[in-house]
């Protein structure tokens, strides 16, 4: 949902554009240019259609007339030029003195112009009684203005205007029963230069506001009441244009940069940075000057210093928001308690959370979550006894426990080398690990998942480490224990500006509860208690409480097993390059077991080993109590649960990718399914049950990176590279294409509070989609009366006869489709489709 550079129009003309004009019937952009020259675009193709030379002198404004489909433009040579639809000269009106700006008064039928230290009206003549279709005998000159009025704008009964003399004046034509315009509110000194752009909007919730540019280098936000709202200013230069996209709801202003910059309107504040129409974008040697926004094509169009024309598009799969961080991004997850959090893990091993603003929808707030070496190294590690030994030693050996200081003793020296001495009872390690298991020194987080039941976040590293975050204890308790200061002595000295029913009185505490109403008030008051806790415990933050340290290569997948799904404690599962299943008990922080392979004439050093490839995700089935974890030897292994790991048997292997298999993911809806994404560029559905057949096979057309399935609907949402592709979980068709990474999307989670997918790549951004909503399928029962006429925006359509049924399905948009249905096949409704 985002607008997205369309093209772009080089060789537009010699001399400087000055005016931008859309003529919807015949769907061409106008340009005028300093010379008097005006030039016709196709909007869709930017093909140069025509060129007009019937001005002598600056082209200032375009305005179309609605009802007899008249383009009107008008210039400082004193004509007023109307263009028929055939794109010829239907009429030339002279005013006698240069036009600046022209609306229209529609509730009047005039024509409001803006002039030289004036507002003049003129009578619009459509059938050309006087000889033009604008009557050149002013009605009406209003001159509260003392310099050129550069604005015009009309809404419903008022006139609103602006110009050079910093002025904004308020009309108003419906208490007049003259053609005179009678000024409502007038603000002498709205800005601190000229005003040369004035913009009047409304959104979909009918939030209107007046806009305006100056040369003072702001711009001000007033309510369409003339009251002064919101100031955005560290602009460059003058305010050349101002345009309002409703698709996005921001303000597009122009203010001598190579890019516009985007606000908020509602707020103020500057959301560009959120919003990733510029941000991929170098600064150019020229600088925007006029936009205008065509609602009728979504389209929003500049011109630039260097005579360019500049044109976006809205596109519906484009990103809303865009989040830029300083390190390429591997992993994604959230927490659907109010307020929603994302946390993402980045190739440095730190954390982020984000947490979108209330001001506006584009905005986020980020806190940054990492353990330094020192932390490290005071957090105890969790794993097997000849792993905790293995490590400790592994501490005691590493370079920062060296003697680096060339100015101290060599006493201390040869101290700090006794100090590591290796026990010979020390664990006999291998010279050289197998391919496998190498020591990685970066901290790359892979996995991150959120547990909501302990608040944990748990991230998995290249490090071979888990750690697992929770909510500063300490800080809880200190926050829940704080107290206000002689808070007696204050209610006894303030009491008289307190409400007699406060309950910081004394006589209004409550003492007891009454036994009727204590079941009633139980729930709501712990869940007071509860969303006052989770406050709390954000306001806390997050430190690192487990170092989970059984793996020895780096961990690429986990999966959290709770008491949702049956068990009687939490358990974590985690895989990764060592070929080893992890299981760990995130009650108690220890290590509950690990995978053993029991099949006969499996070798000593393959008992641990959970396949003949390295583990590159995993999930788990509820339904049948089986996880499923893909692996680079082009296999995905199914087995069931259990917390020996000597029982965890296998259930069935998926064969058929010709690459590494990626991504494995559990499709609960429908009988449930297995879905698969692999580097050889397909996604595979296999059978949740009996022998896990291939039911479908898709081509991604490219490798798969990720994918997660859409929780509301069931597609499959799948990163293809750097492409997002949605197919439905029915026909399996491409449904949504989204396109905005720029490299591999390495993550993709949905979040059905907001029906949004959220994206992290290598390209350094989060990006927030539209989740694809699947049509509505609505059946309209049966009418009583013989005939039954259904009405649409459209138009009404045919009447039927009352023994049919109508079905109505509804797209994304609204917009409606029916078909008509016997009522001999209603037993077919809910496989049939349109």
């Not at 300490?474 to 500006?497: G, N, T």
Request: some cysteine; proline content about 3%; aromatic content about 8%.
């Amino acid at each position: 949902m985002a607008m997205e550079k369309h093209y772009t129009l080089r060789d537009t003309h010699t001399r400087a554009l000055t005016a931008i004009g859309y003529n919807p019937a015949r769907r061409e952009i106008l340009i005028g240019c300093e010379d008097g020259v005006i030039k016709f675009w196709e909007a869709e193709a930017g093909k140069l259609v025509m060129t007009a030379y019937e001005h002598k002198g600056w082209v200032t404004d375009f305005f179309f007339w609605a009802s007899p489909k008249l383009m009107l433009s008008a210039a400082n040579d004193g004509n007023i030029i109307a263009w028929s639809t055939g794109g010829t000269v239907c009429d030339k009106i002279p005013i006698g003195m240069p036009v600046y700006c022209m609306a229209i008064n529609y509730r009047r039928e005039q024509l409001v112009c803006g002039v030289n230290g004036s507002v003049r009206v003129y009578d619009l003549d459509e059938d050309k009684e006087s000889g033009h279709v604008i009557n050149t005998e002013v009605l009406y000159i209003a001159r509260e203005h003392t310099d050129i009025v550069r604005c015009i704008l009309c809404h419903e009964s008022r006139i609103y205007s602006a110009g050079y003399d910093q002025k904004i004046v308020i009309y108003d034509s419906s208490y007049t029963r003259d053609n005179s315009l009678a000024p409502l509110h007038q603000h002498p000194k709205a800005h601190d230069a000229g005003i040369c752009c004035m913009r009047l909007e409304k959104d979909h919730e009918n939030n209107q506001w007046l806009m305006t540019g100056s040369f003072d280098k702001t711009v001000k936000i007033w309510s369409i009441d003339g009251k002064f709202t919101h100031k955005l200013d560290n602009f460059l230069a003058t305010i050349s244009g101002i345009c309002y996209v409703p698709r996005n709801k921001t303000v597009w202003v122009a203010g001598g940069t190579s890019y516009a910059s985007l606000f908020d309107p509602k707020s103020g504040d500057n959301v560009s940075d959120f919003i990733g129409t510029f941000q991929q974008q170098e600064e150019e040697k020229y600088q925007l000057q006029i936009l205008k926004y065509i609602p009728e094509l979504n389209e929003v169009i500049a011109s630039t210093s260097r005579r360019h024309l500049v044109v976006w598009k809205y596109n519906p799969s484009g990103c809303i928001t865009a989040l830029k961080c300083s390190s390429n991004l591997e992993s994604l997850c959230y927490t659907k308690k109010v307020p929603i959090l994302i946390f993402s893990g980045d190739n440095e091993g730190v954390i982020i959370k984000w947490e979108r603003m209330q001001s506006n929808h584009f905005m986020y707030s980020k806190e940054l979550y990492q353990l330094s070496d020192n932390k490290l190294k005071k957090q105890k590690k969790v794993g097997s006894k000849a792993r905790e030994l293995l490590l400790e030693q592994q501490l005691n050996q590493s370079p920062s426990k060296l003697y680096h200081d060339t100015q101290s003793s060599k006493v201390e020296a040869a101290k700090q080398k006794i100090n590591n001495v290796r026990s010979h009872y020390a664990y006999n390690k291998p010279l050289i690990p197998p391919p496998s298991v190498h020591n990685h020194p970066n901290t790359t987080i892979l996995k991150i998942v959120f547990v909501e039941r302990f608040d944990y976040i748990i991230a998995a590293s290249e490090d071979s480490n888990i750690y697992v975050w929770a909510f500063d204890s300490d800080a809880v308790k200190a926050l829940k224990d704080m107290k206000p200061m002689d808070m007696e002595k204050l209610v006894a000295k303030y009491s008289i500006l307190l409400d007699p029913d406060s309950e910081l009185l004394p006589q209004n505490r409550p003492n007891t509860l009454e036994v009727e109403t204590a079941d009633e008030e139980e729930e709501e008051i712990s869940s007071v208690k509860s969303e006052s806790d989770s406050v709390t415990n954000r306001v806390a933050g997050f430190v690192c409480k487990f170092v989970f340290a059984e793996h020895m290569s780096c961990v690429t997948s986990m999966v959290v097993i709770g008491k949702e799904h049956g068990m009687d404690t939490t358990y974590l599962l985690s895989g990764g390059w060592d070929k080893r299943i992890c299981i760990w008990d995130l009650e108690k922080g220890t290590l509950e077991g690990t995978f053993r392979n029991t099949a006969p004439g499996a070798s000593y050093e393959s008992l641990e080993f959970a396949c003949d490839g390295v583990i590159l995700d995993m999930d788990y089935s509820p339904k049948h109590k089986e996880f499923a974890y893909a692996s680079s030897d082009k296999m995905v292994y199914i087995r069931k649960f259990s917390t020996n790991g000597a029982k965890m048997t296998l259930v069935n292997t998926l064969q058929g990718h010709e690459g590494e298999v990626t991504c494995v993911r559990w499709n609960i809806h429908g009988k449930g399914s297995w879905v698969t994404g692999s580097e050889d560029g397909t996604i595979r559905i296999w059978s949740g049950s009996g022998l896990n057949e291939c039911e479908q096979i898709l081509a991604a057309q490219g490798g798969v990176c990720c994918m997660c399935i859409d929780k509301l609907n069931g597609s499959i949402v799948a990163g293809i590279q750097n492409t997002i592709r949605v197919y439905d979980c029915e026909h399996y068709r491409l449904v949504q294409t989204n396109v905005g990474h720029t490299d591999a999307v390495r993550s993709i989670i949905h979040i059905p509070e907001r029906n949004q997918y959220v994206s992290c790549s290598w390209d350094q951004t989060i990006r927030v989609w539209n989740a694809w909503k699947k049509p509505k399928r609505r059946v309209i029962p049966k009418n009583d009366n013989k005939h039954m006429t259904l009405n649409s925006g459209d138009g009404d359509k045919p009447t039927t006869s009352g023994s049919e049924k109508k079905v109505a399905f509804s797209d994304i948009d609204g917009e409606e489709e029916m078909a008509k249905i016997p009522e001999e096949d209603e037993e077919d409704l809910q496989v049939e489709e349109v």
